[in-house]
């Protein structure tokens, strides 16, 4: 077998957050001698989050079996999901920011076939996938994301059920989203769109040009999320979604 040595860009604040984590839950449940320290599990963690390796791979890498490694990363990231911002405390952190306005938009996580595949093709992307959204602050800062939704699920959909619609309107924040979201409440400011054979005014395509330059570093916080490779192909169980994604939410917001 080849072995060699592998960097991960990840800070070194981001690596003691998670070992204070796992020492504390194993101090917690008073946790026997286990094969790996709280330290080696923190870099297994994070290699699996960062470079998607397979499991048998990363079992190998750190000489262990491959069912530990599978539980170790599933311990952790529950660990991490945990302490993941939730909409209220995100939407404090805007207000305590002094922002007025907010961004909205999804991404989507695409996935390995599924036995029921229908409630996760997305058309729009034609793929299976998993839809996340997604909010940001004026500057792409990335503040919450929301639970894993079938990709076939309508964004506007997904934020009424996810009460992000609600929220915001109580908090009395605009919010910056794409032509998904139009039939949203007021608060939601949405490019305007051309009726069928008719053209659409000029001083509207100026709007709409203003709202895109706006609305674009709400990409910054999808790119944060997918900087972590796990996402850029999930192959485990759809179900399993929130959690992953919520932990790389904390990971990239609390530390």
Known sequence: MLSYRAVLPVSSQTLRYVVKIIAGYRAQIRSRWRRLSPYRQAVLVLAYLHDNLPFTRLAASFGVGVATAWRYVAETVGLLAMRAPGLAEALRTAAGRGWRVVLADGTLIPIDRVADQAPYYSGKHRRHGMLILVLAGPQGELLWCSKAYGARTHELTAADECGLLWATSQ???????????????????????????WPLPAQYKKANTAHAAARGPGERANSTLKTWRVLHKYRSSPHRATALTQAILTLQTRP
Not at 180 to 195: N, S
């Open 171 to 197: 908090a009395e924040l605009a919010v910056l989203a794409d032509k998904g979201y139009q039939g949203a409440p007021g608060h939601v400011l949405t490019p305007y769109r051309a009726e069928r054979g």
